[in-house]
């Protein structure tokens, strides 16, 4: 699942789309050569077919194996990492707990990835069960309450579990997803998704993303896909960050509401999850976007620091510029400055809409 997507006239992932073609946040500069698409296809399909076969512990000890091999031999997402690490836990780069921290993130992911493998072969019961009922209630509460929900996520716990265990309910469970360079790798994990009940769109249809929130229904999407200088300006764990705009002009423009959502692993497998107070947009306004933004980013910081060994991002989520960082907060105030002139959310009228409060 990925940022809300783009297209001409629509919200772009980071930012409310004037116009034009707008490279989402994760996608490759340029596609591979078709020989590395053929190779790494084969390794996904190579490892679903045995590690998903083998039995659970035997296939995470296997996967833990090639996360330590990736960490060792992938130099640049390693800095990523560690980059993010030390800022989590507020610590110098050359801090043993920042080495261990992202080591243990690179050991998640694997976990995450062998998780997919096994769900293919597991029932619709057994999605269910794997993710806490209350949390899945919670969110069914605010879903039938909205006119289209669009639940916002990390790339934390383990989001094709949870989206495999809303979608096993029978509940219209949709993702916005990263159309990966890899056409083929792209299609077969539409496949296993659509197997698991779970809708899968191209992150760039975002007439089928409209339609989606028209029927009422609910759109997943994440919002770390690292940072972005054009996206829209938000504190987040306690430093000056973007996050993509995407969300906030989508519940605008169709009347849908934000709700911020995230899954936690335990140690016995199973994942714990919750919502949190539901976003509504008022309108397109640049003060009202900041303001549901930052909404979004405060909701979701508390779990990251409840497990950040779990939170698996691969790309740099903070600027390492001061000055960088000082021209983002300058941003943000100065969208507070200009008077509010945008059209009126979907459905606003009859609704009283919170007034835009300064971002923190």
């Known amino acids: 699942p990925a940022g809300a997507g783009a297209g001409r006239g629509g919200p772009s992932a980071h930012g409310t789309g004037t116009g034009g073609r707008c490279g989402a946040p994760h996608r490759r500069e340029a596609t591979g050569p078709r020989l590395r698409e053929k190779v790494v296809v084969a390794g996904y399909r190579a490892g679903s077919w045995t590690l998903g076969r083998l039995p659970f512990g035997p296939s995470v000890r296997v996967g833990g194996w090639i996360s330590d091999a990736v960490w060792r031999g992938w130099p640049e997402k390693r800095r990523y990492v560690r980059a993010n690490a030390a800022r989590v836990i507020g610590a110098p780069s050359d801090d043993p707990r920042v080495d261990a921290l992202a080591r243990a993130v690179f050991r998640n992911q694997s976990r995450w990835v062998v998780e997919g493998f096994h769900l293919p072969r597991m029932s619709r019961e057994e999605h269910v069960a794997l993710f806490d009922a209350p949390a899945a209630d919670r969110l069914h509460g605010v879903w039938e309450a909205s006119r289209g929900t669009i639940v916002?996520?990390?790339?934390?716990?383990?989001?094709?579990?949870?989206?495999?265990?809303?979608?096993?309910?029978?509940?219209?469970?949709?993702?916005?997803?990263?159309?990966?360079?890899?056409?083929?790798?792209?299609?077969?994990?539409?496949?296993?998704?659509?197997?698991?009940?779970?809708?899968?769109?191209?992150?760039?249809?975002?007439?089928?993303?409209?339609?989606?929130?028209?029927?009422?229904?609910?759109?997943?999407?994440?919002?770390?896909?690292?940072?972005?200088?054009?996206?829209?300006?938000?504190?987040?764990?306690?430093?000056?960050?973007?996050?993509?705009?995407?969300?906030?002009?989508?519940?605008?423009?169709?009347?849908?509401?934000?709700?911020?959502?995230?899954?936690?692993?335990?140690?016995?497998?199973?994942?714990?999850g919750d919502v949190a107070a539901p976003?509504?947009?008022?309108?397109?306004?640049?003060?009202?976007?900041?303001?549901?933004?930052?909404?979004?980013?405060?909701?979701?910081?508390?779990?990251?620091?409840?497990?950040?060994?779990?939170?698996?991002?691969?790309?740099?989520?903070?600027?390492?510029?001061?000055?960088?960082?000082?021209?983002?907060?300058?941003?943000?105030?100065?969208?507070?400055?200009?008077?509010?002139?945008?059209?009126?959310?979907?459905?606003?009228?009859?609704?009283?809409?919170?007034?835009?409060?300064?971002?923190?």
């Open 152 to 272: 916002v996520g990390l790339h934390i716990g383990n989001g094709d579990v949870a989206a495999a265990a809303l979608a096993g309910r029978g509940w219209p469970f949709n993702v916005l997803a990263e159309d990966t360079a890899y056409d083929e790798l792209f299609d077969l994990m539409f496949e296993q998704r659509r197997a698991w009940g779970v809708r899968v769109i191209r992150w760039r249809n975002l007439r089928e993303v409209y339609r989606v929130l028209r029927n009422r229904e609910m759109l997943g999407l994440l919002v770390d896909w690292g940072y972005r200088p054009d996206g829209q300006p938000v504190r987040l764990l306690g430093a000056w960050t973007t996050l993509p705009a995407g969300p906030a002009v989508l519940a605008a423009k169709t009347g849908a509401t934000i709700v911020p959502f995230w899954t936690v692993r335990r140690p016995d497998g199973t994942f714990a």
């Open 279 to 360: 976003i509504l947009v008022g309108s397109t306004a640049p003060a009202e976007i900041a303001r549901a933004t930052q909404a979004i980013a405060d909701a979701l910081e508390p779990v990251i620091r409840q497990a950040p060994e779990q939170w698996c991002v691969f790309k740099p989520m903070w600027p390492d510029d001061p000055a960088e960082e000082a021209a983002l907060a300058a941003r943000a105030a100065a969208v507070f400055a200009r008077p509010a002139t945008a059209t009126p959310a979907a459905g606003a009228a009859g609704r009283r809409s919170r007034a835009p409060e300064p971002v923190r």
